[in-house]
């Protein structure tokens, strides 16, 4: 029974609720989901959750700003993956440039590039197996599956086959990710795995320093700030 309890505090709670009644509940401070004809209200996300999801928001925000491909969010933010289909607040999304005209003032319609989970206790079953399905079929090209719980941390990355199906995504052998929809963009997974988290302007400038395609004083620039930030570490 005291599990069952434990189990029942951290499942997100359901409501029958059309789409329209929805939209007068779904706020700016929390996420509040529609699917299916019900509304998912999800427990406050963990501390950890909570840096991680700051951590790569920085990592995405600076290096799509920097080259200028479009734009990033954050949870809470709606995403009508179809017009008469679910309504989602992914942690983070990336819209490309391509991808803007589908940006609204209170919600994305459609599938955005690149939509990144961070999984938290509530939010297991529906990051793994509806989210999954769903983003699949509304054409999200990448996904990030992010799992920080103790003991289960994991990181899991999909890319958007020909045939319309999710197949993961290789790593390198260091153990980095390298985006396909945002091109240069990398993922170190031991720095999601570091208490506590490492600086993001320093992996940042890391990422930076990697790409050859860069001028050569930009280089150097993003170094000398490396070199700052790691005496500084």
Same mark, same amino acid.
Not at 16 to 26: H, P, Q
Not at 39 to 47: C, E, H, L, N, Q
Not at 134 to 140: K, N
């Given at each position: 029974? !005291?599990?069952?309890?434990?189990?029942?505090?951290?499942?997100?709670?359901?409501?029958?609720?059309?789409?329209?009644?929805?939209?007068?509940?779904?706020?700016?401070?929390?996420?509040?989901? *529609?699917?299916?004809? +019900?509304?998912?209200?999800?427990?406050?996300?963990?501390?950890?959750?909570?840096?991680? =999801?700051?951590?790569?928001?920085?990592?995405? +925000?600076?290096?799509?700003?920097?080259?200028?491909?479009?734009?990033?969010?954050? #949870?809470?933010? %709606?995403?009508?993956?179809?017009?008469?289909? $679910?309504?989602?607040? $992914?942690?983070?999304?990336?819209?490309?440039?391509?991808?803007?005209?589908?940006?609204? %003032?209170?919600?994305? =319609?459609?599938?955005? !590039?690149?939509?990144?989970?961070? @999984? =938290?206790?509530?939010?297991? =079953? %529906?990051?793994?197996?509806?989210?999954?399905?769903?983003?699949?079929?509304?054409?999200?090209?990448?996904?990030?599956?992010?799992?920080?719980?103790?003991?289960?941390?994991? #990181?899991?990355?999909? &890319? &958007?086959?020909?045939?319309?199906?999710?197949?993961?995504?290789?790593?390198?052998?260091?153990?980095?990710?390298?985006?396909?929809? @945002?091109?240069?963009?990398? &993922?170190?997974?031991?720095?999601? *795995?570091?208490? $506590?988290?490492?600086? $993001?302007?320093?992996?940042?400038?890391?990422?930076?320093?990697?790409? %050859?395609?860069?001028?050569?004083?930009?280089?150097?620039?993003?170094?000398? &700030?490396?070199?700052?930030?790691?005496?500084?570490?």
């Amino acid at each position: 029974m !005291d599990v069952l309890k434990a189990v029942e505090k951290i499942a997100p709670q359901r409501q029958k609720m059309n789409y329209v009644d929805y939209l007068e509940i779904a706020g700016e401070s929390k996420i509040v989901e *529609w699917v299916e004809g +019900e509304v998912i209200s999800y427990m406050p996300p963990t501390v950890i959750h909570q840096d991680i =999801s700051g951590f790569l928001f920085y990592l995405l +925000e600076s290096f799509v700003q920097f080259f200028r491909l479009g734009k990033v969010q954050q #949870a809470p933010f %709606e995403v009508k993956l179809w017009p008469d289909g $679910p309504s989602r607040e $992914p942690d983070i999304l990336f819209i490309s440039n391509e991808n803007m005209p589908n940006l609204g %003032e209170k919600r994305f =319609s459609g599938a955005p !590039d690149l939509i990144i989970e961070i @999984i =938290s206790p509530s939010s297991a =079953s %529906e990051d793994r197996a509806r989210k999954f399905m769903q983003y699949q079929q509304a054409g999200v090209q990448e996904y990030w599956l992010i799992d920080p719980r103790p003991r289960q941390q994991q #990181a899991d990355f999909y &890319l &958007l086959g020909e045939d319309g199906l999710y197949q993961p995504a290789p790593l390198t052998e260091e153990g980095h990710y390298h985006s396909v929809v @945002i091109p240069n963009l990398w &993922l170190d997974l031991a720095w999601l *795995w570091t208490e $506590p988290l490492p600086n $993001p302007q320093l992996r940042f400038a890391e990422i930076m320093v990697s790409i %050859e395609e860069l001028p050569d004083e930009v280089k150097d620039t993003y170094k000398a &700030l490396a070199k700052i930030l790691s005496a500084h570490t």
